[in-house]
C-alpha cells in the first residue's frame, strides 16, 4: 500500500480497501491498481 499515498491523505483509504475485498482474482486487482494509480483526481468511474 506504500504506492498509493494520495490515498491515505485524502481519506479515500477505505473506500479503496473496500474496492479490493470486492474483487476476486489477481488480474482484476492488478488492473483496479493501474487505473487508480493513473487517475490521482477522479475514481468516480471505477
Known amino acids: 500500500m506504500k504506492d498509493f499515498p494520495q490515498h491515505?491523505?485524502?481519506?479515500?483509504?477505505?473506500?479503496?480497501?473496500?474496492?479490493?475485498?470486492?474483487?476476486?482474482?489477481?488480474?482484476k486487482i492488478r488492473l483496479i491498481l493501474e487505473i487508480t494509480g493513473n487517475d490521482d483526481d477522479d475514481n468516480d468511474d471505477i
Open 8 to 27: 491515505f491523505k485524502s481519506g479515500q483509504h477505505d473506500s479503496f480497501r473496500t474496492k479490493l475485498r470486492n474483487i476476486g482474482t489477481p488480474q
